[in-house]
């Protein structure tokens, strides 16, 4: 016969104890923790540059710089006098024309009783003392306009109409049309010719800022003002310059002026810059620096040539933007 036996109070005791041993011996034993990295700094992650290599740095910054300004000079001296020169020969095509099939301008209203527009060929003008021949004037005196020839004040008359006319133009920049009217002597001639016919005056005073006014003209007579700024030194304005002339030939019919003082833009008084190209000049400067740098950057670490053949086209686009927008805000005179 078996016996069973009971187990004893002191099992789950026991059986505790055993449960607790293996988890202690389970256990991992506490590690240290590892240092702490330090975080990483922008001079860690770029190689420090040798002499030689800083060098190159700086000579890719610099050649980008000078491009720039290269860029700008040629526009200056060469390719902006050649657009004058398109512009001219166009425009006087075009004038011509119109003198054949009488439709050139004769007023401020075309005959389709609209005003007429800036930029509009409205007559010639020759001074042979200056050697200037058959140069097409525009209707307008903004920037945009002088850079193709000289500009008619929309607020005066046509040249050779009864009434004062004042003619605007450059001094040093676009041909320079009128870059030597310090040189005119009293009672030289001046010609010009609209769609009314030609017309002769005679000057009688050249001036500058501080000298007396000429006496008024009557309602019967004509009067022509040529202005431009004095600039010896081309590009380095003085002042501002003006020719006198009195009408010599008989005044044409002077159709009523619908333009006034008044109704003209800043833009169009006399040394007045064009504002609406400083926003585009602001971002093309924006990226010429922009250009530079990633030229900068991309001839050390990807290759000097690489850069210059990708950047290149950039930069000289942008540069020839800036150029262009940088002589608009200059005076229109100038």
Known sequence: MSTSTRPGPWLPHRLRRAKSSRRAVGKNPKRPSPP???????????????????????????IA??????VFAIQVLLIFPLKHYRDQQASFDSFRYDLANGTAPVGQITTDDLAVQSGTPVALITIPGIGLSDEV???????????????LR??????????????????????APFGNLASIK?????????GQGIATYSVTNVRRGGDALPEPI???????????????????STGVIRVDATLSSPAFVTPVSVVSKATLGSNEETLAGDMSALPWLIITLVGICAAAILITLGARYWGRWQAWIVGFPVLLLLSTIASQQAMTLLPNTL
Not at 65 to 70: R, T
């Open 36 to 62: 702490a990295t330090p975080p990483a700094t922008l001079t860690a992650a770029i190689p420090a540059m040798d002499p030689a290599e800083r060098y190159r740095y700086w000579g890719n910054a610099l």
């Open 154 to 175: 929309r607020d005066t008359v046509l040249p050779g109409q009864k009434g004062a006319s004042v003619l605007i133009g450059r001094a040093s920049a676009y041909g």
């Open 137 to 151: 004037v525009y209707a307008g005196t903004t920037s945009d306009v002088t850079s193709q020839g000289p500009g």
């Open 65 to 70: 710089i000078g491009m720039v300004l290269l």
């Open 186 to 194: 009293i009672g030289e001639t001046i010609t010009t010719t609209t």
């Open 218 to 236: 009557t309602t019967e007579q004509g009067s022509l003002t040529l202005v431009s700024s004095y600039a010896p030194i081309p590009y380095v």
